[in-house]
């Protein structure tokens, strides 16, 4: 989990960090992340989708997941949070015998809210003391932790459990329906093959088949449609527009775009 600027880990489950200046971070995370903002703002995307959290809110980022997040300070203060991962099998083991939320809306589920708390804010604000902590924290003392945050969310907020108490693997999906919501996403083949379920083999046979086109050039070929739609259409800048279109870097895209448009995004961009 610690590869974030300002990032400290504590008892192999929790994180905090503090970042002074506007952060963008991809990621996919093995195990559910339960994040609890103290200051700044949090932009987090998945695929089309984008909500904004502030300080105060807690925020579930599933696991197998993609999401894009964008962690910014706002005013005086930096962007603070603290995070914890949520181990499966304590999540069986508490789910094993309490009612669960069967249903919950599509449109709810993009959300990842847990309703606010006091009980919540408390847990979370009694846990920031252990990062000043020289030592690491007690083993015994983890799964405590992980229980109470548990049953605090179980008490705030039944809706969670539609997420954090569904367990299975990731299933063979829509593949057509997932690329086209999620090609703006820097990742490598093999990672956009696992969260699709598939074999990279077998991804790579299943898309020739759907796109008539090999991954590699359909990937280019949106992610510069995109960037040349934000620069021309939204006025957005050449060094915002690389990043949300799904290129590593900006030498990377220039040379992409000339070669694909003839001019150089800068030129679009100042037109």
């Known amino acids: 989990m610690n590869d974030l600027p300002n990032a400290a880990d504590k008892g192999r489950v929790f994180m905090t960090c503090t970042i002074d200046k506007i952060h963008t971070w991809e990621n996919v995370y093995p195990e559910h992340i339960l994040s609890h903002i103290f200051s700044g703002q949090l932009r987090l995307s998945y695929g089309t989708n984008t909500l904004i959290f502030v300080a105060g809110d807690t925020v579930i980022v599933p696991k197998n997941q993609l999401s894009r997040s ?20 304590q999540l069986r083991e508490f789910y094993l015998n309490r009612p669960m939320l069967e249903t919950w809306a599509e449109n709810i589920l993009k959300q990842r809210p847990v309703k606010s708390h006091l009980l919540l804010d408390s847990f979370f604000t009694s846990l920031l003391p252990y990062f000043e902590m020289q030592d690491e924290l007690p083993e015994a003392l983890v ?3 992980i229980q109470e945050a548990l049953t605090i969310i179980d008490t705030a907020d039944k809706r969670a459990s539609a997420i954090l108490g569904t367990f299975g693997e990731i299933g063979k999906i829509d593949l057509e329906k997932y690329m086209e919501e999620h090609y703006m996403y820097n990742l490598p083949l093999e990672k956009f093959a696992f969260l699709t379920g598939r074999s990279l083999t077998t991804f790579k046979s299943d898309f020739k088949k759907v796109f008539r086109k090999t991954p590699g050039k359909w990937l280019t070929e949106k992610r510069l449609n995109l960037a040349h739609h934000k620069l021309q259409t939204e006025k957005q800048k050449t060094s915002d527009v690389y990043l949300s279109a799904g290129f590593e870097n900006l030498s990377h895209f220039s040379f992409a775009f000339k070669k694909a448009f003839g001019y150089s995004p800068s030129s679009l961009a100042n037109h």
């Open 70 to 89: 964008v962690k910014t300070p706002l005013g005086n203060a930096p962007f603070k949070c603290l995070s914890m991962a949520l181990p499966e099998e």
């Open 143 to 145: 799964p405590i932790k």
